[in-house]
């Protein structure tokens, strides 16, 4: 069975950091990009970073760049995302995917992990 | 405001008919790339329920339909019942943003 799981969430002050993973298990990893999408409190999907399946293509949202990095480690079939100078709008779920079609789209879903940034 | 735009919500009796739309531009699914939808029940993470326009992943019932013309998009759904309660997005990507974007979400009421 293809799951995926999400950790590393919780309550962060202002200006810090915090990395969050996802584990992936039932599918050849470094087979399929994966994304990171995220949700606030109330409101809708936002895409915020994608990853090539071998890592060297790494995207994300311009409300990311600069202080978000995925990368993954295909030898533990895990996916990270570390967040630094986190802002209050940062709050959200984030929701790791396993994505695939030729452009990509978001084919499986972990359950997610809760960031609250705040002081 | 989101790159692709859903009406806030819809609603529809058990049995009934109802259809969600998505509306984009030429830089995302009214050009050369498809639309998605995704299904998202309450206090669950989202799931694929139709991807390339018109198809259905496994598991998810024929009463799930989806279609594209142009820079309109929509998911129909048939024989409505209770546990179809839930938001829909529609998904795609942006070529003028080089993002991947979604609608800002539809939430379905079953009357």
């Known amino acids: 069975e293809v799951q995926l799981l999400e950790s590393g969430g919780g309550l962060v002050q202002p200006g810090g950091s915090l990395r969050l993973s996802c584990a992936a298990s039932?599918?050849?990893?470094?087979?399929?990009?994966m994304s990171w999408v995220r949700q606030a409190p109330g409101k809708g999907l936002e895409w915020v970073s994608s990853?090539?399946?071998?890592?060297?293509?790494?995207y994300y949202a311009d409300s990311v760049k600069g202080r978000f990095t995925i990368s993954r480690d295909n030898s533990r079939n895990t996916l990270y995302l570390q967040m630094t100078s986190l802002r209050a709008e940062d709050t959200a779920r984030y929701y790791c995917?396993?994505?695939?079609?030729?452009?990509?789209?978001?084919?499986?879903w972990g359950q997610g992990t809760l960031v609250t940034v705040s002081s | 405001q989101s790159v692709l735009t859903q009406p806030p919500s819809v609603s529809g009796a058990p049995g009934q008919r109802v259809t969600i739309s998505c509306t984009g531009t030429?830089?995302?699914?009214?050009?050369?790339?498809?639309v998605h939808w995704y299904q998202q029940l309450p206090g669950t993470a989202p799931r694929l329920l139709i991807y390339?326009?018109?198809n259905r992943p496994s598991g998810v019932p024929d009463r799930f339909s989806g279609s594209k013309s142009g820079t309109s998009a929509s998911l129909a759904i048939t024989g409505l019942q209770a546990e179809d309660e839930a938001d829909y997005y529609c998904?795609?990507?942006?070529?003028?943003?080089?993002?991947?974007?979604f609608g800002g979400g539809t939430k379905l009421t079953v009357l």
């Open positions: 995917a396993r994505v695939t079609g030729s452009v990509w789209y978001f084919e499986i």
């Open positions: 039932g599918f050849t990893f470094i087979t399929y990009a």
């Open positions: 990853i090539s399946g071998t890592g060297v293509n790494p």
């Open positions: 030429t830089s995302n699914f009214g050009g050369v790339y498809d």
């Open positions: 390339g326009n018109n």
């Open positions: 998904q795609s990507y942006d070529n003028s943003l080089s993002t991947w974007v």
